[in-house]
T-cell receptor, first 114, second 113 residues
Framework: EAQVTQNPRYLITVTGKKLTVTCSQNMNHEYMSWYRQDPGLGLRQIYYSMNVEVTDKGDVPEGYKVSRKEKRNFPLILESPSPNQTSLYFC?????????????FGNGTRLTVT | DAKTTQPTSMDCAEGRAANLPCNHSTISGNEYVYWYRQIHSQGPQYIIHGLKNNETNEMASLIITEDRKSSTLILPHATLRDTAVYYCIVRVAGNNAGNMLTFGGGTRLMVKP
C-alpha cells in the first residue's frame, strides 16, 4: 500500500533533549516536506526537499533540522526542543516539486515538550 | 500564491449533496485550485484539483467559474464520514514550486443524520 509513514505517533519529551521524528514514503516520490499544525494557525511548512541531498527552508524552520540522504526517508530533527515546539507534525510527499501533483500526508506525530 | 476565502462552517444532511464554496479572486493564470480535507487530527487527504476545467473523480466534483475567481467542491452524497475540515488552496505550478501549499482555516463541514 502506497503510504507516508511517520514515527512515533505520540512523543512527550523534556526541554533540550534531542529527538528525531522519522518519515518514510514508499512511492518513489522526489518531493518531501514537513509541516506543523497549531490551533488557529493552520499548517505551516518547516522544511522541504526537492530530491536527495536537496533541502530548503519553509516558513518556520527555526529550531529544526532535516536531512535527505536517500529518497524514501526525510527525518525531522529537533536538536534542543523547547515548549513552543509542542505541536502536531505532518510529513508529506509528492511525485515532484512542481506543484501540479497532490501531496500525500502521513498520519501525524503529536509532540509535547515540557 | 493567491489567498482563498471559505466559510468557517457548514452543515449538510446525510445523503444530500454538500456544496463547499471557495473564493480566490486574485488567482493567477498558472495557479491550480486544490482541495484537501482533514478528518479530526489525521493527515490532510487530497480530494481533487483543477486549473480551469471542471473536474470529477470518485470522491468529488470541482466546479471552477469561467473567470476562475471562485470554485465549488461538491460531495454528491454526503455521509457521516465526510465530516471534516475542507481546505481550498491555490498553488502556482513551476519547476521550483518547493514551498508547496499554505493551508488556511478551511470550512468545517458537519454532516448530520
Amino acid at each position: 500500500e502506497a503510504q507516508v509513514t511517520q514515527n512515533p505517533r505520540y512523543l512527550i519529551t523534556v526541554t533540550g533533549k534531542k529527538l528525531t521524528v522519522t518519515c518514510s514514503q514508499n512511492m518513489n516520490h522526489e518531493y518531501m516536506s514537513w509541516y506543523r499544525q497549531d490551533p488557529g494557525l493552520g499548517l505551516r511548512q518547516i522544511y522541504y526537499s526537492m530530491n536527495v541531498e536537496v533541502t530548503d527552508k519553509g516558513d518556520v524552520p527555526e529550531g529544526y533540522k532535516v536531512s535527505r540522504k536517500e529518497k524514501r526517508n526525510f527525518p525531522l530533527i529537533l536538536e534542543s526542543p523547547s515548549p513552543n515546539q509542542t505541536s502536531l507534525y505532518f510529513c508529506a510527499s509528492s511525485p515532484t516539486g512542481t506543484g501540479i501533483s497532490p501531496l500525500h500526508f502521513g498520519n501525524g506525530t503529536r509532540l509535547t515538550v515540557t | 500564491d493567491a489567498k482563498t476565502t471559505q466559510p468557517t462552517s457548514m452543515d449538510c444532511a446525510e445523503g444530500r449533496a454538500a456544496n463547499l464554496p471557495c473564493n480566490h479572486s486574485t488567482i493567477s493564470g498558472n495557479e491550480y485550485v486544490y482541495w484537501y480535507r482533514q478528518i479530526h487530527s489525521q493527515g490532510p487527504q487530497y480530494i481533487i484539483h483543477g486549473l480551469k476545467n471542471n473536474e470529477t473523480n470518485e470522491m468529488a466534483s470541482l466546479i471552477i467559474t469561467e473567470d476562475r475567481k471562485s470554485s465549488t467542491l461538491i460531495l454528491p452524497h454526503a455521509t457521516l464520514r465526510d465530516t471534516a475540515v475542507y481546505y481550498c488552496i491555490v498553488r502556482v505550478a513551476g519547476n521550483n514550486a518547493g514551498n508547496m501549499l499554505t493551508f488556511g482555516g478551511g470550512t468545517r463541514l458537519m454532516v448530520k443524520p
